[in-house]
């Protein structure tokens, strides 16, 4: 179909042309409730009326202006991005914002070592990638960023593994490419006290699990952790693309005037975007989220987690994660669903992830996984007659 294009994605048999809401629509006019987001993107939908006039407002007003010159909009965001103590680097995607962790690390511990974790994902440009454990993403591209160990997520060996030999260590408190995997909290608060105490520094990167996906803004602030440097980017613009690396003030040093940089990195409209979202992205709605994730899970418990071929459901928030048995390919429970006019989305190790707009209603939610159960149960069939 795409004659122009690099292969590089294989791609679903149907293109959205438009959305409103929770929905897509393809060329045919066939609509589907969206548990993807765009992969953790479009977290307000896909017509949310602040922002887009937001982003309208500012489309009028100027586009961009380079970093030459300041800007009080990215000022703005940041104080509204960054926790306390931090300073932002605004960038345009995740695996940026991961490179200028990786260098801002580096340059301030005078040190090259990271530590990065089995199964994490940190994005596809080579310093990002050369952070990412898994050997499928980094097949054929030796040779990679060097100084990259690895350590085994929940695992308490990778403790012992810190020491001051290193920069940093990065890792996601939830893996979201891996699996939809939480780290255990006791692990990651016993990881963030040896970094510390090692001098290694913090990274969380935040790119899929921030901006409200697990219930609060940063899901880092549900383990009882204090990172250096978080990442993130994907839902902070609602779709235009933005992406910051927040990192904490004493760092700024190292960070001077030439260090680092980016001609698109704060762009105005997608930044008018990001303080859109971030004025949404309250107290009240983050309760929301968190009670929209806890009908969820209990539905999850109910009637999804009994099923023969599901082996664990795993998450937080709207951050889902159906481990299914070999008995299916999550592929093939895709491709069902999309029939049916639900959009998911795929993870390792046969994970069948959601991650829907948090906007979505409780009763869409709620019908959205007794499709799920519905599918599964006659996939399950389809694949060796299991029982029901
Ligand atoms: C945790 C995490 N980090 C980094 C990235 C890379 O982000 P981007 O695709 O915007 O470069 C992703 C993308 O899926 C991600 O999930």
Redesign the pocket.
Known sequence: MMNHIFPTYKQYPMEPVSGHDWHLTDETGKTYVDFTSG?GVCSFGYSNDFIEQSVQTQLGKIWHTSNLYPSKLQDQVAEMLAPEGMLAFFCN????A?EAAFKLARKATGKTKILAFKNG????TYG?MSLTGNPDIQAGFAPLVPGVDFATYNDDGAIGQITSDYAAVIL?VIQ??GGVVPANKAWLQAVAKQCHESGALLIV?E??TGIGRTGTKFAFQQFGIDPDIITC??ALGNGLPI?AMLGKQALASAFGPGSHGTTFGGNKISLASAKAVLTQLTPAFLKQVQAKGQVVFEQLEDLIAPLPIVKDVTGMGLMIGIHLTADVKVADVIAELQKQGMLALPAEHNTLRLLPPLVMSEADLVSGIQLIQHVLQDVAVAANGAVK
Request: no cysteine; net charge negative.
């Open positions: 992969i995607s995740g695996t940026e991961n994902f940190h994005g596809r990002s996601e979201g490419e990167d790119v899929q980017a994907k992406g």
